[in-house]
Protein backbone atom coordinates (compact mmCIF):
# COMPACT_ATOMS: atom_id res chain seq x y z
CA UNK A 1 0.00 0.00 0.00
CA UNK A 2 1.13 3.76 -0.67
CA UNK A 3 2.68 5.09 2.18
CA UNK A 4 1.73 8.31 3.44
CA UNK A 5 4.76 10.26 3.47
CA UNK A 6 4.90 13.68 2.27
CA UNK A 7 7.01 13.53 -0.63
CA UNK A 8 7.80 16.94 -1.18
CA UNK A 9 9.46 17.06 2.48
CA UNK A 10 11.91 13.97 1.14
CA UNK A 11 13.11 16.16 -1.71
CA UNK A 12 16.34 17.80 -0.81
CA UNK A 13 15.33 21.46 -1.09
CA UNK A 14 16.61 23.33 2.42
CA UNK A 15 20.00 25.34 2.80
CA UNK A 16 20.83 23.92 6.29
CA UNK A 17 21.11 20.97 8.04
CA UNK A 18 18.10 20.06 9.66
CA UNK A 19 16.27 16.88 11.11
CA UNK A 20 12.58 16.68 11.14
CA UNK A 21 10.01 13.76 12.23
CA UNK A 22 7.18 13.16 9.47
CA UNK A 23 4.84 10.09 10.34
CA UNK A 24 7.05 8.77 12.35
CA UNK A 25 10.26 8.52 9.88
CA UNK A 26 12.78 10.34 9.93
CA UNK A 27 13.42 12.65 6.85
CA UNK A 28 16.75 14.66 5.94
CA UNK A 29 16.51 17.93 4.34
CA UNK A 30 19.94 18.41 3.58
CA UNK A 31 22.56 15.59 1.94
CA UNK A 32 24.43 14.52 5.42
CA UNK A 33 28.28 13.93 5.62
CA UNK A 34 28.83 10.55 3.45
CA UNK A 35 31.62 9.23 2.38
CA UNK A 36 31.80 9.40 -1.44
CA UNK A 37 33.35 5.53 -3.14
CA UNK A 38 35.39 5.79 -5.95
CA UNK A 39 33.73 6.34 -9.18
CA UNK A 40 35.99 3.76 -10.98
CA UNK A 41 33.37 0.92 -9.95
CA UNK A 42 32.63 -1.31 -12.34
CA UNK A 43 28.61 -0.75 -11.08
CA UNK A 44 28.57 2.46 -13.39
CA UNK A 45 29.50 0.55 -16.73
CA UNK A 46 25.56 -0.52 -18.22
CA UNK A 47 24.45 -3.98 -18.16
CA UNK A 48 22.35 -3.70 -21.54
CA UNK A 49 22.90 -0.34 -23.27
CA UNK A 50 25.79 -0.41 -25.85
CA UNK A 51 29.29 0.29 -25.05
CA UNK A 52 32.60 -1.79 -25.87
CA UNK A 53 34.47 -3.45 -23.26
CA UNK A 54 36.88 -0.28 -23.00
CA UNK A 55 38.10 3.41 -24.29
CA UNK A 56 35.81 6.73 -25.77
CA UNK A 57 33.32 5.99 -27.81
CA UNK A 58 31.01 9.20 -29.50
CA UNK A 59 28.70 8.86 -32.38
CA UNK A 60 26.66 5.90 -33.79
CA UNK A 61 27.98 5.29 -37.50
CA UNK A 62 26.39 3.73 -40.53
CA UNK A 63 24.43 1.28 -38.77
CA UNK A 64 22.57 -1.41 -41.21
CA UNK A 65 21.29 -4.78 -41.56
CA UNK A 66 23.10 -6.80 -44.35
CA UNK A 67 22.37 -10.77 -44.43
CA UNK A 68 20.85 -11.04 -41.55
CA UNK A 69 23.71 -9.45 -39.46
CA UNK A 70 23.07 -5.93 -37.89
CA UNK A 71 26.49 -3.94 -38.18
CA UNK A 72 26.87 -0.56 -35.22
CA UNK A 73 29.83 1.69 -36.62
CA UNK A 74 30.80 3.83 -33.73
CA UNK A 75 33.31 6.72 -33.43
CA UNK A 76 36.35 5.28 -31.32
CA UNK A 77 39.56 5.96 -29.43
CA UNK A 78 41.20 2.68 -29.47
CA UNK A 79 44.13 4.48 -27.60
CA UNK A 80 42.33 5.33 -24.46
CA UNK A 81 38.81 7.24 -22.91
CA UNK A 82 39.27 10.75 -23.88
CA UNK A 83 38.74 11.96 -27.04
CA UNK A 84 41.08 11.64 -29.94
CA UNK A 85 43.08 8.95 -32.37
CA UNK A 86 39.44 9.01 -33.87
CA UNK A 87 38.70 5.67 -36.39
CA UNK A 88 35.56 3.36 -36.65
CA UNK A 89 35.04 0.86 -33.98
CA UNK A 90 32.63 -1.90 -35.42
CA UNK A 91 30.43 -4.60 -33.59
CA UNK A 92 28.07 -7.07 -34.83
CA UNK A 93 24.93 -8.65 -33.97
CA UNK A 94 21.85 -10.69 -34.87
CA UNK A 95 19.55 -8.82 -32.14
CA UNK A 96 20.46 -5.19 -32.11
CA UNK A 97 21.02 -6.14 -28.39
CA UNK A 98 23.64 -8.52 -27.87
CA UNK A 99 27.03 -7.54 -29.83
CA UNK A 100 30.62 -9.14 -30.56
CA UNK A 101 33.12 -6.01 -31.41
CA UNK A 102 35.44 -6.95 -34.89
CA UNK A 103 37.90 -5.07 -36.08
CA UNK A 104 38.22 -1.66 -36.60
CA UNK A 105 36.56 -1.20 -40.49
CA UNK A 106 38.13 2.32 -40.88
CA UNK A 107 41.12 3.90 -40.19
CA UNK A 108 43.66 6.88 -40.50
CA UNK A 109 45.84 5.67 -43.33
CA UNK A 110 45.57 7.80 -46.19
CA UNK A 111 45.74 12.25 -47.05
CA UNK A 112 42.24 12.65 -46.56
CA UNK A 113 41.34 11.13 -43.41
CA UNK A 114 45.01 11.15 -41.69
CA UNK A 115 43.52 13.65 -38.87
CA UNK A 116 40.38 11.61 -38.00
CA UNK A 117 38.06 8.89 -39.75
CA UNK A 118 34.45 11.44 -38.69
CA UNK A 119 30.83 10.21 -39.18
CA UNK A 120 29.55 8.80 -42.19
CA UNK A 121 26.60 6.36 -43.12
CA UNK A 122 26.13 2.93 -44.78
CA UNK A 123 23.80 2.60 -48.19
CA UNK A 124 23.11 -0.80 -49.62
CA UNK A 125 23.38 0.01 -53.39
CA UNK A 126 22.43 -2.63 -56.29
CA UNK A 127 20.44 -4.64 -53.86
CA UNK A 128 23.65 -6.18 -52.22
CA UNK A 129 26.64 -3.92 -52.16
CA UNK A 130 26.82 -2.18 -49.10
CA UNK A 131 28.85 1.18 -49.01
CA UNK A 132 30.05 3.56 -46.73
CA UNK A 133 30.66 7.26 -47.04
CA UNK A 134 32.25 9.42 -44.32
CA UNK A 135 34.15 12.37 -43.13
CA UNK A 136 37.95 12.19 -43.14
CA UNK A 137 39.99 15.08 -41.96
CA UNK A 138 43.47 16.16 -43.68
CA UNK A 139 46.75 17.79 -42.43
CA UNK A 140 45.17 20.91 -43.16
CA UNK A 141 42.00 19.94 -40.88
CA UNK A 142 39.82 20.19 -44.12
CA UNK A 143 36.94 17.73 -43.87
CA UNK A 144 36.73 15.67 -47.17
CA UNK A 145 34.19 12.72 -47.98
CA UNK A 146 35.32 9.46 -48.08
CA UNK A 147 34.03 5.88 -49.57
CA UNK A 148 35.22 2.55 -48.21
CA UNK A 149 33.65 -0.78 -49.41
CA UNK A 150 33.87 -4.49 -47.85
CA UNK A 151 36.54 -6.25 -48.75
CA UNK A 152 34.81 -9.84 -48.58
CA UNK A 153 31.04 -9.53 -49.25
CA UNK A 154 30.76 -13.26 -48.21
CA UNK A 155 32.16 -12.75 -44.73
CA UNK A 156 29.30 -12.44 -42.80
CA UNK A 157 30.55 -9.99 -40.11
CA UNK A 158 32.15 -7.51 -43.36
CA UNK A 159 35.67 -7.13 -41.19
CA UNK A 160 37.58 -5.79 -43.86
CA UNK A 161 37.34 -2.34 -45.60
CA UNK A 162 38.74 -1.22 -48.78
CA UNK A 163 39.00 2.28 -49.24
CA UNK A 164 38.24 3.86 -52.60
CA UNK A 165 41.20 4.85 -54.95
CA UNK A 166 39.36 7.99 -55.65
CA UNK A 167 39.35 9.36 -52.31
CA UNK A 168 38.57 12.08 -51.23
CA UNK A 169 35.17 12.34 -53.06
CA UNK A 170 33.88 14.94 -52.27
CA UNK A 171 35.25 18.07 -51.44
CA UNK A 172 34.21 21.41 -49.70
CA UNK A 173 34.58 23.73 -52.87
CA UNK A 174 32.18 26.12 -53.77
CA UNK A 175 31.04 29.55 -52.93
CA UNK A 176 30.18 30.30 -49.31
CA UNK A 177 31.37 27.08 -47.64
CA UNK A 178 33.57 26.60 -44.77
CA UNK A 179 36.06 23.83 -45.21
CA UNK A 180 36.51 23.28 -41.77
CA UNK A 181 32.17 22.47 -41.19
CA UNK A 182 31.40 20.18 -43.71
CA UNK A 183 31.08 16.81 -42.48
CA UNK A 184 28.67 13.79 -41.71
CA UNK A 185 27.15 12.47 -44.95
CA UNK A 186 23.72 10.95 -44.70
CA UNK A 187 22.78 7.62 -45.88
CA UNK A 188 21.58 7.36 -49.94
CA UNK A 189 19.09 7.41 -51.67
CA UNK A 190 17.83 7.21 -55.59
CA UNK A 191 15.60 9.77 -57.14
CA UNK A 192 13.35 9.42 -59.99
CA UNK A 193 16.41 10.10 -62.70
CA UNK A 194 17.67 7.27 -61.16
CA UNK A 195 20.54 9.32 -59.39
CA UNK A 196 22.15 8.52 -56.27
CA UNK A 197 21.94 11.75 -53.37
CA UNK A 198 23.05 12.19 -50.16
CA UNK A 199 22.90 15.13 -47.91
CA UNK A 200 26.34 16.53 -46.02
CA UNK A 201 25.68 18.76 -42.98
CA UNK A 202 27.50 22.07 -43.07
CA UNK A 203 28.22 25.61 -42.85
CA UNK A 204 26.86 28.07 -46.17
CA UNK A 205 27.52 31.39 -45.63
CA UNK A 206 27.48 31.20 -41.83
CA UNK A 207 24.16 29.30 -41.95
CA UNK A 208 23.43 25.85 -41.42
CA UNK A 209 22.90 23.43 -44.36
CA UNK A 210 21.83 19.85 -45.68
CA UNK A 211 24.42 20.32 -48.79
CA UNK A 212 23.09 18.27 -51.72
CA UNK A 213 24.93 15.78 -54.12
CA UNK A 214 24.41 13.47 -57.05
CA UNK A 215 26.28 10.65 -58.25
CA UNK A 216 25.37 7.61 -60.85
CA UNK A 217 27.97 5.16 -59.20
CA UNK A 218 27.79 6.36 -55.64
CA UNK A 219 31.63 7.07 -56.23
CA UNK A 220 31.48 10.35 -58.29
CA UNK A 221 29.80 13.44 -57.07
CA UNK A 222 28.47 16.57 -58.22
CA UNK A 223 27.01 19.12 -55.72
CA UNK A 224 23.60 20.35 -56.48
CA UNK A 225 23.38 24.17 -56.97
CA UNK A 226 20.92 24.64 -54.01
CA UNK A 227 20.82 22.86 -50.61
CA UNK A 228 18.31 20.35 -49.72
CA UNK A 229 17.47 22.58 -47.17
CA UNK A 230 19.15 25.80 -45.09
CA UNK A 231 17.95 27.93 -42.42
CA UNK A 232 19.35 31.29 -41.25
CA UNK A 233 18.20 30.34 -37.49
CA UNK A 234 21.06 28.52 -36.76
CA UNK A 235 24.96 27.65 -37.60
CA UNK A 236 26.28 24.66 -38.74
CA UNK A 237 24.31 21.06 -38.56
CA UNK A 238 25.79 18.36 -37.75
CA UNK A 239 24.93 14.45 -38.80
CA UNK A 240 21.91 15.06 -40.67
CA UNK A 241 19.49 12.73 -41.22
CA UNK A 242 16.85 12.54 -43.65
CA UNK A 243 14.12 9.75 -44.26
CA UNK A 244 10.45 9.44 -44.90
CA UNK A 245 8.03 8.16 -42.84
CA UNK A 246 3.85 7.47 -43.20
CA UNK A 247 1.92 8.86 -40.58
CA UNK A 248 -0.18 6.66 -37.90
CA UNK A 249 2.25 3.47 -39.14
CA UNK A 250 4.70 1.91 -37.13
CA UNK A 251 6.47 0.35 -40.37
CA UNK A 252 9.47 2.14 -42.02
CA UNK A 253 9.80 2.82 -45.28
CA UNK A 254 13.31 2.18 -47.51
CA UNK A 255 13.92 6.08 -48.97
CA UNK A 256 14.93 4.45 -51.81
CA UNK A 257 12.01 2.18 -52.72
CA UNK A 258 8.57 3.64 -53.81
CA UNK A 259 7.52 6.43 -51.24
CA UNK A 260 3.33 5.72 -50.90
CA UNK A 261 1.43 8.62 -51.28
CA UNK A 262 0.63 10.65 -47.81
CA UNK A 263 3.70 10.10 -46.40
CA UNK A 264 6.30 12.96 -44.73
CA UNK A 265 9.90 13.51 -44.82
CA UNK A 266 12.26 14.30 -42.04
CA UNK A 267 15.10 15.91 -42.13
CA UNK A 268 16.91 16.01 -38.85
CA UNK A 269 20.21 17.62 -37.41
CA UNK A 270 22.37 17.88 -34.42
CA UNK A 271 22.83 21.63 -32.84
CA UNK A 272 22.83 23.21 -29.48
CA UNK A 273 24.02 19.64 -27.65
CA UNK A 274 20.88 18.08 -28.63
CA UNK A 275 19.14 16.72 -31.93
CA UNK A 276 16.55 18.59 -33.80
CA UNK A 277 13.82 17.82 -36.45
CA UNK A 278 11.99 19.23 -39.26
CA UNK A 279 8.91 17.20 -40.65
CA UNK A 280 7.79 18.12 -44.14
CA UNK A 281 7.55 17.68 -47.96
CA UNK A 282 10.73 16.10 -50.52
CA UNK A 283 9.64 17.98 -53.65
CA UNK A 284 11.26 15.74 -56.07
CA UNK A 285 10.74 18.25 -58.88
CA UNK A 286 12.64 20.68 -57.20
CA UNK A 287 14.59 18.39 -55.39
CA UNK A 288 14.34 20.07 -51.95
CA UNK A 289 12.68 19.73 -48.68
CA UNK A 290 9.96 21.55 -47.57
CA UNK A 291 9.11 21.87 -44.13
CA UNK A 292 5.00 21.76 -42.80
CA UNK A 293 6.16 24.77 -40.60
CA UNK A 294 9.20 27.42 -40.55
CA UNK A 295 9.93 28.55 -36.60
CA UNK A 296 12.61 31.37 -37.03
CA UNK A 297 13.67 30.41 -33.32
CA UNK A 298 15.27 26.99 -32.83
CA UNK A 299 14.85 26.46 -29.15
CA UNK A 300 11.13 25.85 -30.54
CA UNK A 301 11.99 22.87 -32.87
CA UNK A 302 10.90 19.61 -32.21
CA UNK A 303 13.97 17.35 -30.55
CA UNK A 304 14.48 13.97 -30.81
CA UNK A 305 15.15 13.50 -27.12
CA UNK A 306 15.16 16.07 -24.52
CA UNK A 307 17.93 14.89 -22.35
CA UNK A 308 21.51 13.48 -22.90
CA UNK A 309 21.17 12.25 -26.51
CA UNK A 310 23.05 13.66 -29.48
CA UNK A 311 24.34 12.38 -33.10
CA UNK A 312 21.57 10.40 -33.70
CA UNK A 313 21.40 7.98 -36.79
CA UNK A 314 18.48 5.80 -37.91
CA UNK A 315 18.39 3.20 -41.01
CA UNK A 316 15.73 0.95 -42.23
CA UNK A 317 15.88 -2.94 -40.86
CA UNK A 318 14.24 -4.86 -43.63
CA UNK A 319 14.23 -7.74 -41.72
CA UNK A 320 11.47 -6.31 -39.85
CA UNK A 321 10.42 -3.34 -42.00
CA UNK A 322 10.35 -0.76 -39.43
CA UNK A 323 12.95 1.95 -38.67
CA UNK A 324 15.55 2.37 -36.04
CA UNK A 325 17.30 4.88 -34.51
CA UNK A 326 19.68 5.32 -31.52
CA UNK A 327 22.50 7.98 -30.66
CA UNK A 328 25.48 8.34 -28.32
CA UNK A 329 24.69 9.27 -24.78
CA UNK A 330 28.32 10.75 -23.01
CA UNK A 331 29.73 10.73 -19.32
CA UNK A 332 28.33 13.10 -17.06
CA UNK A 333 31.25 13.34 -14.81
CA UNK A 334 35.00 14.76 -15.08
CA UNK A 335 37.60 13.70 -17.98
CA UNK A 336 39.89 12.29 -15.25
CA UNK A 337 37.12 10.21 -13.89
CA UNK A 338 36.73 8.60 -17.14
CA UNK A 339 40.67 8.03 -17.23
CA UNK A 340 40.30 6.58 -14.57
CA UNK A 341 37.95 4.18 -14.98
CA UNK A 342 39.05 3.36 -18.61
CA UNK A 343 35.72 3.76 -20.73
CA UNK A 344 33.79 6.88 -21.55
CA UNK A 345 30.30 6.85 -23.95
CA UNK A 346 27.27 4.67 -24.27
CA UNK A 347 24.12 4.43 -26.86
CA UNK A 348 21.28 4.79 -26.09
CA UNK A 349 19.20 1.45 -26.98
CA UNK A 350 18.00 1.30 -30.26
CA UNK A 351 14.59 2.55 -31.21
CA UNK A 352 11.88 1.95 -33.10
CA UNK A 353 10.52 5.65 -34.84
CA UNK A 354 7.17 6.58 -36.63
CA UNK A 355 4.81 9.14 -37.47
CA UNK A 356 1.83 9.89 -35.01
CA UNK A 357 -1.25 9.75 -36.61
CA UNK A 358 -1.65 13.62 -37.11
CA UNK A 359 1.73 13.88 -38.98
CA UNK A 360 3.53 16.39 -36.75
CA UNK A 361 5.41 14.51 -33.97
CA UNK A 362 7.66 11.84 -33.99
CA UNK A 363 7.23 8.53 -31.79
CA UNK A 364 9.84 6.39 -30.18
CA UNK A 365 9.75 3.38 -28.25
CA UNK A 366 12.71 0.84 -27.24
CA UNK A 367 13.49 -2.17 -30.01
CA UNK A 368 10.91 -5.46 -28.73
CA UNK A 369 14.47 -7.24 -28.73
CA UNK A 370 15.24 -5.26 -25.52
CA UNK A 371 12.38 -7.60 -23.75
CA UNK A 372 13.78 -10.45 -24.58
CA UNK A 373 16.59 -9.44 -21.25
CA UNK A 374 13.59 -9.49 -18.91
CA UNK A 375 13.50 -11.00 -15.74
CA UNK A 376 11.29 -11.94 -12.99
CA UNK A 377 8.43 -9.71 -13.49
CA UNK A 378 6.10 -7.62 -10.44
CA UNK A 379 2.80 -6.43 -11.29
CA UNK A 380 0.23 -4.47 -9.12
CA UNK A 381 -3.00 -3.05 -10.75
CA UNK A 382 -5.46 -0.30 -9.10
CA UNK A 383 -2.67 1.39 -6.78
CA UNK A 384 -4.74 5.02 -5.64
CA UNK A 385 -1.92 7.83 -5.23
CA UNK A 386 -3.50 10.85 -3.19
CA UNK A 387 -1.91 14.07 -2.56
CA UNK A 388 1.98 12.96 -1.05
CA UNK A 389 1.76 8.92 -1.44
CA UNK A 390 4.84 7.12 -2.29
CA UNK A 391 4.28 3.74 -3.43
CA UNK A 392 7.83 1.83 -3.37
CA UNK A 393 8.17 -1.29 -5.97
CA UNK A 394 9.57 -3.83 -4.99
CA UNK A 395 10.59 -7.56 -5.67
CA UNK A 396 12.84 -6.31 -8.87
CA UNK A 397 16.73 -5.31 -9.29
CA UNK A 398 16.69 -1.75 -9.15
CA UNK A 399 19.25 -1.06 -10.45
CA UNK A 400 18.92 -2.93 -13.92
CA UNK A 401 14.93 -2.84 -14.70
CA UNK A 402 12.43 -2.12 -16.81
CA UNK A 403 9.39 -0.38 -15.68
CA UNK A 404 6.11 0.57 -16.57
CA UNK A 405 3.66 2.77 -15.48
CA UNK A 406 0.36 4.01 -16.41
CA UNK A 407 -1.33 7.09 -14.51
CA UNK A 408 -4.91 7.74 -14.88
CA UNK A 409 -6.08 11.14 -14.07
CA UNK A 410 -9.27 11.54 -11.41
CA UNK A 411 -9.70 14.64 -12.44
CA UNK A 412 -8.89 17.06 -15.01
CA UNK A 413 -10.32 19.97 -13.40
CA UNK A 414 -7.57 21.01 -11.56
CA UNK A 415 -4.66 21.49 -14.12
CA UNK A 416 -2.72 24.70 -13.99
CA UNK A 417 -2.73 27.49 -16.86
CA UNK A 418 -0.09 26.95 -19.62
CA UNK A 419 2.38 29.16 -20.10
CA UNK A 420 3.66 29.35 -23.92
CA UNK A 421 6.90 30.91 -22.99
CA UNK A 422 7.92 27.62 -20.55
CA UNK A 423 8.36 26.50 -24.13
CA UNK A 424 11.86 28.13 -24.92
CA UNK A 425 13.47 27.02 -22.03
CA UNK A 426 11.96 23.52 -20.53
CA UNK A 427 14.99 22.76 -18.18
CA UNK A 428 14.28 25.96 -16.18
CA UNK A 429 10.85 25.01 -16.16
CA UNK A 430 11.21 21.93 -14.67
CA UNK A 431 14.03 23.04 -12.51
CA UNK A 432 11.62 25.66 -11.11
CA UNK A 433 8.59 23.07 -11.08
CA UNK A 434 10.30 20.30 -9.33
CA UNK A 435 9.23 17.02 -7.85
CA UNK A 436 8.44 18.86 -4.61
CA UNK A 437 6.81 21.89 -5.51
CA UNK A 438 2.52 20.91 -5.65
CA UNK A 439 0.37 21.02 -8.65
CA UNK A 440 -3.05 21.09 -9.53
CA UNK A 441 -2.22 17.73 -11.53
CA UNK A 442 1.13 16.34 -10.73
CA UNK A 443 3.96 16.22 -10.43
CA UNK A 444 3.44 12.63 -10.46
CA UNK A 445 6.06 9.71 -11.57
CA UNK A 446 9.01 7.42 -10.78
CA UNK A 447 11.38 8.03 -8.05
CA UNK A 448 14.59 6.11 -9.44
CA UNK A 449 17.96 4.52 -7.96
CA UNK A 450 17.17 6.18 -4.60
CA UNK A 451 19.00 5.97 -1.32
CA UNK A 452 17.23 4.95 1.86
CA UNK A 453 17.16 8.34 2.87
CA UNK A 454 16.33 10.08 -0.34
CA UNK A 455 19.48 12.15 -0.18
CA UNK A 456 20.04 10.53 -3.62
CA UNK A 457 17.77 10.22 -6.30
CA UNK A 458 16.46 10.50 -9.64
CA UNK A 459 12.63 11.58 -10.29
CA UNK A 460 11.02 11.21 -13.68
CA UNK A 461 7.43 12.90 -13.65
CA UNK A 462 4.79 14.19 -15.60
CA UNK A 463 2.84 17.37 -14.59
CA UNK A 464 -0.40 18.64 -16.78
CA UNK A 465 -1.21 22.69 -17.43
CA UNK A 466 -4.52 23.32 -19.95
CA UNK A 467 -3.45 25.89 -22.88
CA UNK A 468 -6.38 27.48 -24.66
CA UNK A 469 -7.04 24.78 -27.21
CA UNK A 470 -5.77 21.14 -25.42
CA UNK A 471 -3.68 20.12 -22.61
CA UNK A 472 0.01 19.97 -21.92
CA UNK A 473 2.00 17.43 -20.55
CA UNK A 474 5.22 18.35 -19.05
CA UNK A 475 7.80 15.46 -18.93
CA UNK A 476 10.65 16.25 -16.16
CA UNK A 477 14.00 13.60 -15.38
CA UNK A 478 14.94 15.69 -12.56
CA UNK A 479 19.07 15.02 -12.09
CA UNK A 480 19.71 17.40 -9.19
CA UNK A 481 19.27 15.12 -6.48
CA UNK A 482 20.94 12.21 -8.51
CA UNK A 483 24.55 11.72 -6.80
CA UNK A 484 26.49 12.92 -3.78
CA UNK A 485 29.77 13.52 -6.02
CA UNK A 486 31.00 16.59 -6.17
CA UNK A 487 31.69 17.72 -10.17
CA UNK A 488 28.75 15.89 -11.89
CA UNK A 489 26.54 17.61 -14.10
CA UNK A 490 22.96 17.36 -12.93
CA UNK A 491 20.37 19.20 -14.84
CA UNK A 492 16.66 18.83 -14.83
CA UNK A 493 15.55 17.62 -18.34
CA UNK A 494 11.95 17.86 -19.66
CA UNK A 495 10.25 18.62 -22.83
CA UNK A 496 6.25 19.04 -22.85
CA UNK A 497 3.51 17.29 -25.00
CA UNK A 498 0.01 17.69 -26.63
CA UNK A 499 -2.55 15.31 -25.18
CA UNK A 500 -6.56 14.59 -25.67
CA UNK A 501 -7.26 14.08 -22.12
CA UNK A 502 -10.97 14.73 -22.86
CA UNK A 503 -10.56 11.57 -24.72
CA UNK A 504 -7.70 9.70 -22.94
CA UNK A 505 -7.04 9.81 -19.09
CA UNK A 506 -3.97 7.68 -19.50
CA UNK A 507 -0.53 9.29 -19.33
CA UNK A 508 1.93 5.93 -20.09
CA UNK A 509 5.89 6.03 -18.48
CA UNK A 510 8.52 3.41 -19.44
CA UNK A 511 11.74 3.73 -18.17
CA UNK A 512 14.80 1.64 -18.84
CA UNK A 513 17.27 1.81 -15.54
CA UNK A 514 20.34 0.71 -16.28
CA UNK A 515 23.09 1.54 -13.64
CA UNK A 516 24.06 4.71 -15.10
CA UNK A 517 21.37 5.07 -17.27
CA UNK A 518 18.06 6.49 -16.89
CA UNK A 519 16.22 6.07 -19.88
CA UNK A 520 12.80 7.14 -20.40
CA UNK A 521 9.21 7.17 -22.42
CA UNK A 522 6.74 9.48 -21.93
CA UNK A 523 2.94 9.41 -23.59
CA UNK A 524 3.55 6.41 -25.64
CA UNK A 525 7.10 7.69 -26.74
CA UNK A 526 6.13 11.78 -27.53
CA UNK A 527 8.89 12.61 -25.05
CA UNK A 528 11.99 10.66 -24.29
CA UNK A 529 14.39 12.06 -21.66
CA UNK A 530 18.22 9.50 -21.80
CA UNK A 531 19.75 10.73 -18.76
CA UNK A 532 23.22 9.71 -17.09
CA UNK A 533 23.44 9.25 -13.14
CA UNK A 534 26.17 8.50 -10.85
CA UNK A 535 24.57 7.67 -7.04
CA UNK A 536 26.58 6.59 -4.45
CA UNK A 537 24.34 3.92 -3.63
CA UNK A 538 25.16 2.13 -6.49
CA UNK A 539 28.16 1.57 -5.09
CA UNK A 540 28.06 1.28 -1.27
CA UNK A 541 25.42 -1.59 -1.49
CA UNK A 542 23.58 -1.52 -4.33
CA UNK A 543 20.34 -1.27 -2.46
CA UNK A 544 18.81 1.53 -4.56
CA UNK A 545 14.93 1.85 -3.85
CA UNK A 546 12.28 2.61 -6.36
CA UNK A 547 8.95 4.55 -6.15
CA UNK A 548 5.53 5.51 -7.66
CA UNK A 549 4.68 8.73 -6.15
CA UNK A 550 2.26 11.55 -6.74
CA UNK A 551 2.39 15.32 -5.25
CA UNK A 552 -0.42 16.84 -6.85
CA UNK A 553 -3.25 17.99 -5.19
CA UNK A 554 -5.45 15.93 -7.16
CA UNK A 555 -5.32 11.81 -6.88
CA UNK A 556 -4.28 9.46 -9.73
CA UNK A 557 -5.07 6.35 -9.97
CA UNK A 558 -2.26 3.37 -11.36
CA UNK A 559 -4.66 0.65 -13.33
CA UNK A 560 -0.85 -1.04 -14.08
CA UNK A 561 2.62 -1.25 -13.20
CA UNK A 562 4.49 -3.97 -14.52
CA UNK A 563 8.61 -4.06 -13.55
CA UNK A 564 11.10 -6.53 -14.80
CA UNK A 565 14.63 -7.02 -13.53
CA UNK A 566 17.07 -6.93 -16.59
CA UNK A 567 19.74 -9.37 -17.15
CA UNK A 568 23.14 -7.94 -18.79
CA UNK A 569 23.55 -8.23 -22.72
CA UNK A 570 26.11 -9.29 -24.02
CA UNK A 571 29.26 -6.95 -25.64
CA UNK A 572 32.26 -9.06 -25.74
Not at 96 to 110: F, G, H, K, T
Not at 121 to 126: K, N, P, V, Y
Not at 295 to 324: E, M, P
Request: charged fraction near 20%; glycine fraction near 8%; proline fraction near 5%.
Amino acid sequence: MAQGWPFFLLVLFSSYVSNHLVNGERVFLFPQSHKVSSIVSKRYRTAYHFQPPKNWINDPNGPMYYNGIYHEFYQYNPNGSLWGNIIWGHSVSTDLINWIPVEPAIERDIPSDINGCWTGSATIISGDQPIIIYTGADKENRQLQNIVLPKNKSDPYLREWTKAGNNPVIQPVGPGLNASQFRDPTTGWIGPDGLWRIAVGAELNGYGAALLYKSQDFLNWTRVDHPLYSSNASSMWECPDFFAVLPGNSGGLDLSAEIPNGAKHVLKMSLDSCDKYMIGVYDLKRDTFMPDSVLDDRRLWSRIDHGNFYASKSFFDSKKGRRIIWGWTNETDSSSDDVAKGWAGIHAIPRTIWLDSYGKQLLQWPVEEIESLRRNEISHQGLELKKGDLFEIKGTDTSQADVEVDFELTSIDNADPFDPSWLLDVEKHCREAGASVQGGIGPFGLVVLASDNMEEHTAVHFRVYKSQQSYMILMCSDLRWSSLRSGMYTPAYGGFFEFDLQKERKISLRTLIDRSAVESFGGGGRVCIMARVYPVVLVDDGGAHMYAFNNGSTTVRVPQLRAWSMSRAEHK
